[in-house]
């Protein structure tokens, strides 16, 4: 069993539709990221979290220590938000990151 | 303010060879950990490195390596190249280990 699984490994909606994305971990750490990646490669951080919930803009992020558990959401969801979103978790005092097996988005006009 | 470079973008080696490359980090960034990203076991940690010294090793043999100069900037050297190898190599940079990380745009390594 992997240490980060996040689910749906793939997602198609409709613009406009509110999205979750899920990421469970079964280690300790210090922080949960989310990560976003285009066609192409680039990866942009979206997210680092310890605790409760963090907003940008559309996209919201939460986070539940004690059941190990971290949510992506994404309001009136766009076809540029159509990317691979990917969880990943650190332990303390290192940036050693370990990686889920990323959710591929894909919003539809 | 630039953000984190990685040289080159793309590069084609054969079997046996070795590989160097260049990551230049966001300026003020004093570490830096790369990731090999491959289809099948996607993200990876390879290495961190935080003012020049390798603070964390992910589990890779010891064909890969790396280093970090006083500048910041980071190499990371692949000897004796296989096929498995081939892969999209990222940097990113941070302020410090509790800091978000900030990603090149990677080099995509392909092994003939």
């Known amino acids: 069993k992997n240490e980060v699984e996040q689910s749906p490994q793939n997602l198609t909606a409709q613009e406009g539709e509110f999205i979750t994305i899920n990421c469970s971990y079964s280690v300790g750490i210090s922080a949960l990221h989310w990560l976003q990646q285009h066609p192409g490669g680039g990866i942009v951080s979206l997210f ?6 963090k907003k940008h803009g559309r996209l919201i992020a939460t986070i539940n220590i ?6 992506l959401h994404i309001t009136a969801s766009h076809p540029r938000d159509s990317a691979v979103y990917i969880c990943a978790v650190g332990g303390r005092g290192a940036q050693k990151l370990v990686f889920g097996q990323g959710t591929r988005l894909t919003i539809n006009p | 303010k630039a953000g984190v470079t990685q040289t080159p973008r793309y590069l084609i080696k054969t ?13 003020g960034h004093r570490s830096v950990s790369w990731y090999q990203q491959t289809p099948g076991q996607g993200l990876q940690f390879l290495f961190e490195y935080f003012s020049e010294t390798q603070r964390n090793k992910g589990n890779f043999p010891g064909r890969f ?3 970090q100069f006083s500048n910041s900037r980071s190499e990371m050297n692949v ?16 302020l410090g ?16």
């Open chain 2, 79 to 94: 000897s004796t190249l296989e096929l498995g190898d081939s892969a999209l190599y990222l940097c990113a940079s941070s």
């Open chain 2, 65 to 67: 390596s790396g280093r």
């Open chain 2, 15 to 27: 079997r046996g060879q070795q590989v160097t490359l260049s990551c230049s980090p966001i300026s």
């Open chain 1, 48 to 53: 680092m979290l310890s605790s409760g919930k």
């Open chain 1, 66 to 71: 004690q059941e190990k558990h971290s949510s």
């Open chain 2, 97 to 112: 280990w509790d800091q978000p990380q900030h990603f090149g745009d990677g080099t995509r390594l392909s092994i003939l």
